[in-house]
């Protein structure tokens, strides 16, 4: 079974402060994902890695940034976490055939409030 | 903007009923097609993919696929009070990983 574990269930942080959230997965996927979900916006992608050191920006990079020093580590940086970053954010990997099925696997996400 | 659009519901269906999830897509290119269940509170959770066109079936739940209508939809047969959820659609719209996930279907499922 794919294995795909977060830092932490929730979070609590102040606006300013940097926050770390980390995304571990245990199948040897190539691609890594992080996503936020709001209500009414469904997923929306944030940034994403299909190796490591490499990345890429999704639909909404702003006030975020990403580090993959590790194939199986995918860490999503706030920053300078402001009241709108409050979410729920997801992590996935997915296998990287490069072909048309690529299924993607979450984590359990983190609850982020900033307050 | 590629664009996926689902009916946020509720749809509420009665116990033993077929409950019916429909999902419309903007990109004509559209390679792969998934469907995610998402209880509150907890991620996302593959049910199942369809690539082709026509009608795939994996127990209680058949995904049927109409590129020319750029639709697909999730059949639940014998819906119970567990299957309720919001269900998630879910395009890759690029040769490639990224997918476009839409807003969800919330499913009542009442006993």
């Known amino acids: 079974d794919v294995k795909v574990t977060q830092s932490s269930r929730y979070l609590v942080k102040r606006t300013g402060e940097k926050v770390f959230l980390e995304c571990v997965q245990d199948m040897d996927h190539e691609n890594m994902f992080w996503y936020r979900q709001d209500p009414g916006l469904g997923l929306r992608l944030i940034y994403f890695?299909?190796?490591?050191?490499?990345?890429e920006k999704g639909d909404i990079p702003e006030g975020y940034s990403v580090s993959r020093e590790k194939k199986e580590r995918f860490s999503l940086i706030l920053e300078s976490a402001s009241t709108n970053q409050t979410s729920m954010y997801l992590c996935?990997?997915?296998?990287?055939?490069?072909?048309?099925?690529?299924?993607?696997?979450f984590g359990p996400g983190t609850r982020l409030t900033v307050l | 903007q590629k664009e996926v659009e689902q009916n946020s519901g509720p749809l509420s269906v009665p116990e033993g009923a077929i409950a019916s999830l429909n999902c419309t897509y903007s990109?004509?290119?559209?390679?792969?097609f998934f469907w995610y269940r998402q209880y509150s509170g907890k991620s996302p959770e593959l049910i199942m993919f369809i690539y082709s066109n026509g009608d795939k079936e994996d127990g209680r739940f058949t995904a049927q696929l109409n590129k020319a209508s750029q639709y697909v939809s999730l059949l639940i047969r014998d819906s119970q009070p567990s299957d309720s959820a919001t269900y998630l659609c879910?395009?890759?719209?690029?040769?490639?990983?990224?997918?476009?996930f839409g807003a969800g279907t919330i499913l009542r499922v009442k006993s």
């Open positions: 990109d004509r290119g559209s390679q792969s």
């Open positions: 879910a395009v890759n719209m690029e040769y490639g990983n990224k997918l476009v």
């Open positions: 996935a990997s997915s296998l990287g055939w490069g072909g048309a099925v690529d299924t993607q696997y």
């Open positions: 890695s299909y190796d490591v050191k490499m990345k």
